[in-house]
């Protein structure tokens, strides 16, 4: 699907809820789109680690980090098992790691920044659950939206105009 965050605000002004700009760059795909699963977790990527691990199904993983920047939810590794896995694309509210690579890979990746430290490993977090963040809530089934202009969210599936 062809779509540009500009056009669907203009087609579909009460549907979508744009997220309070924050985010850069990081994945090798400019713009993503899918359904949204969500991850809430502080920094502790364990269940992102599984959540890749997934058949993605052109799905975007939304992970709540709680803005922390003390360390990197999602690296290289990572990044390309859900690649492989047909995720369409991860935005988190925090850090990545590996960035290098990151823009090397087939995969839509959008974070607050980068830092080189691991986070921890202890299986604590919440799947599936409403997130909120940058003003917008995510819910499990709604779908996400990115681009270089921001990321948006709403709760059906749009077509280009």
Known sequence: MDFALPDLCDAYPDLVKVVTPMFKNFGGCGAFSGE????KCHEDNSF?????EEAGQGRVLIV???G????GLLGDNLALKAANNSWAGI???GCVRDVDQLKNMSLGIKALD?????????DVGLR???VTFGGV??????????DNNGVLVSSQALEMP
């Not at 922390?68 to 360390?71: A, H, N």
């Not at 809530?137 to 709604?142: K, L, Q």
């Open 36 to 39: 949204i699963t969500t991850i």
């Open 48 to 52: 992102v680690a599984l959540a890749v």
């Open 64 to 66: 709540d980090g709680g």
């Open 68 to 71: 922390s920047l003390r360390c």
């Open 91 to 93: 935005v988190i509210h």
């Open 114 to 122: 980068a830092n080189p430290l691991k986070s921890v490993k202890r």
């Open 128 to 130: 599936d659950e409403i």
């Open 137 to 146: 809530t995510f819910v499990p089934g709604d779908y996400a939206y990115a």
